[in-house]
């Protein structure tokens, strides 16, 4: 660093010579030079988003740019807009948060803050992010139905809308769309940017080179997301025998409408109206993405794997965004442990005791006198006669057909009798030729008499 020394008064009068490695500037210079630089540390977030910020990130994708500028209007400029940048600290941030009704709001609020305190970082206008701390978000109120429409949650249901779009538009814009959306898990700009020769029927692939979405001047062709997003996919059976059927030739849109690309708002209207028309429910282009992950999961594919089909850059975003288990999915799984469950444990057998017929009538005495209604004994009887004892010689057979090498002490802990009386009932049962036992006693295994 080169040493500044400044001409006042003091420094000529004292008749010292300015070293060699020094440059002089004149106290006035100086003074102007620290004024505009404490100027430029209290810009304020509007001045720099304006003069600064979005001059820089002109470049970024329409509907990326678009999402900044809503957020910055709606959200943060209103409670940090005025504020200059070295002011925005953690309680700003958390109270601007506050004021998000959601808290889907509140985190894209915080992130588009994040990219623009970022950016100020990098230019070294500020010492550090404070939008990269940890803040207290909204109560998450889950809609009654999902913004961008429902999923699907298994194949099955997949395959039935490949069918049903088959019936309405045969080779057609929504089917064609659908096959990519469910048989590849495509994004919706992805969908619209296939071109016919990016499926290669040597290799049973289909390469994802492009997007098609909205611009600034309407929709356009251009990259991909990430770098991951340039990704090989290949053929489910069911695709590549549609796609053979389709005979698909040329150079042109695989997606397309009256000879031309489809359009993202154009198609997303069609497809409502197929929907509406077939009766399905809520599915829309976006969602077939969040299906086919789902649907994978489900099929006990890996995280990595779905995450490269998707074109991921993190497995946090599939587990986190894209799959979506529905209640009925819970409930057959439930239902699947429980049955699985139910072949190792067995509830113990209560025995009641018995009530007597002359206990019965006191009862019913008792029932009148409080006003509880005439029971007659027949409508007593289920809570008042013991519960009928399964047969134990039934249970018995039933455990050595699951488990051979069934010890006696499991099969009294399964009857709910001593291991005296299991052994008394299993000697009855080798004496009437029903069990046999094979092998050591303490190595063999249980059978079944024909």
């Given at each position: 660093?080169?040493?500044?020394?400044?001409?006042?008064?003091?420094?000529?009068?004292?008749?010292?010579?300015?070293?060699?490695?020094?440059?002089?500037?004149?106290?006035?210079?100086?003074?102007?030079?620290?004024?505009?630089?404490?100027?430029?540390?209290?810009?304020?977030?509007?001045?720099?988003?304006?003069?600064?910020?979005?001059?820089?990130?002109?470049?970024?994708?329409?509907?990326?740019?678009?999402?900044?500028?809503?957020?910055?209007?709606?959200?943060?400029?209103?409670?940090?807009?005025?504020?200059?940048?070295?002011?925005?600290?953690?309680?700003?941030?958390?109270?601007?948060?506050?004021?998000?009704?959601?808290?889907?709001?509140?985190?894209?609020?915080?992130?588009?803050?994040?990219?623009?305190?970022?950016?100020?970082?990098?230019?070294?206008?500020?010492?550090?992010?404070?939008?990269?701390?940890?803040?207290?978000?909204?109560?998450?109120?889950?809609?009654?139905?999902?913004?961008?429409?429902?999923?699907?949650?298994?194949?099955?249901?997949?395959?039935?809308?490949?069918?049903?779009?088959?019936?309405?538009?045969?080779?057609?814009?929504?089917?064609?769309?659908?096959?990519?959306?469910?048989?590849?898990?495509?994004?919706?700009?992805?969908?619209?940017?296939v071109n016919k020769p990016d499926f290669r029927f040597d290799s049973n692939s289909l390469f994802v080179l492009r997007s098609y979405t909205r611009g600034k001047?309407?929709?356009?062709?251009?990259?991909?997301?990430?770098?991951?997003?340039?990704?090989?996919?290949?053929?489910?059976?069911?695709?590549?025998?549609?796609?053979?059927?389709?005979?698909?030739?040329?150079?042109?849109?695989?997606?397309?409408?009256?000879?031309?690309?489809?359009?993202?708002?154009?198609i997303a209207k069609r497809f409502q109206a197929f929907r509406e028309q077939k009766g399905l429910p809520q599915i829309t282009i976006a969602t077939m993405r969040?299906?086919?992950?789902?649907?994978?999961?489900?099929?006990?594919?890996?995280?990595?794997?779905?995450?490269?089909?998707?074109?991921?850059?993190?497995?946090?975003?599939?587990?986190?965004?894209?799959?979506?288990?529905?209640?009925?999915?819970?409930?057959?799984?439930?239902?699947?442990?429980?049955?699985?469950?139910?072949?190792?444990?067995?509830?113990?057998?209560?025995?009641?005791?018995?009530?007597?017929?002359?206990?019965?009538?006191?009862?019913?005495?008792?029932?009148?006198?409080?006003?509880?209604?005439?029971?007659?004994?027949?409508?007593?009887?289920?809570?008042?006669?013991?519960?009928?004892?399964?047969?134990?010689?039934?249970?018995?057979?039933?455990?050595?057909?699951?488990?051979?090498?069934?010890?006696?002490?499991?099969?009294?802990?399964?009857?709910?009798?001593?291991?005296?009386?299991?052994?008394?009932?299993?000697?009855?049962?080798?004496k009437a030729n029903i069990i046999r036992h094979v092998g050591p006693s303490k190595g063999g295994y249980w059978a079944l008499c024909a």
């Amino acid at each position: 660093m080169i040493p500044l020394v400044s001409t006042n008064q003091e420094y000529q009068s004292n008749n010292q010579n300015v070293p060699d490695d020094c440059i002089v500037i004149p106290i006035e210079t100086l003074q102007q030079l620290l004024g505009s630089a404490q100027n430029f540390c209290n810009i304020t977030l509007n001045q720099f988003l304006e003069e600064t910020f979005w001059p820089d990130k002109a470049n970024l994708r329409f509907l990326t740019l678009r999402g900044y500028h809503a957020h910055v209007r709606r959200f943060i400029a209103p409670i940090l807009g005025d504020m200059p940048l070295s002011e925005i600290n953690y309680s700003a941030i958390q109270q601007m948060l506050n004021e998000c009704p959601t808290q889907k709001a509140a985190k894209d609020a915080k992130g588009t803050l994040s990219s623009i305190l970022g950016h100020a970082v990098k230019l070294q206008l500020i010492p550090a992010n404070p939008a990269l701390a940890t803040y207290i978000l909204p109560d998450r109120i889950p809609p009654d139905t999902p913004p961008q429409g429902v999923w699907l949650t298994d194949f099955s249901q997949i395959m039935s809308v490949l069918r049903i779009a088959k019936e309405f538009d045969p080779g057609g814009e929504i089917e064609r769309a659908c096959l990519l959306g469910y048989g590849f898990g495509l994004r919706k700009g992805e969908i619209l940017g296939v071109n016919k020769p990016d499926f290669r029927f040597d290799s049973n692939s289909l390469f994802v080179l492009r997007s098609y979405t909205r611009g600034k001047d309407g929709a356009e062709l251009h990259g991909l997301k990430t770098s991951t997003s340039l990704r090989e996919l290949p053929f489910f059976d069911y695709i590549r025998y549609r796609l053979y059927e389709l005979n698909i030739t040329g150079n042109g849109p695989f997606v397309s409408y009256d000879a031309k690309r489809s359009n993202p708002s154009t198609i997303a209207k069609r497809f409502q109206a197929f929907r509406e028309q077939k009766g399905l429910p809520q599915i829309t282009i976006a969602t077939m993405r969040h299906s086919f992950a789902t649907a994978m999961i489900r099929e006990g594919c890996s995280i990595p794997v779905v995450q490269q089909w998707l074109g991921h850059t993190s497995p946090i975003t599939t587990l986190s965004c894209y799959v979506h288990p529905s209640v009925d999915d819970l409930r057959a799984d439930a239902k699947l442990i429980s049955s699985t469950l139910d072949k190792y444990y067995r509830k113990p057998i209560v025995h009641y005791p018995k009530v007597s017929e002359s206990d019965a009538k006191k009862i019913q005495c008792c029932l009148r006198d409080c006003n509880e209604g005439d029971y007659t004994l027949e409508e007593m009887a289920p809570y008042l006669d013991p519960k009928p004892t399964p047969n134990r010689e039934q249970i018995i057979k039933q455990l050595i057909s699951e488990n051979p090498t069934i010890t006696k002490e499991k099969i009294a802990d399964y009857l709910g009798v001593s291991i005296t009386t299991t052994k008394r009932i299993i000697s009855n049962m080798k004496k009437a030729n029903i069990i046999r036992h094979v092998g050591p006693s303490k190595g063999g295994y249980w059978a079944l008499c024909a």
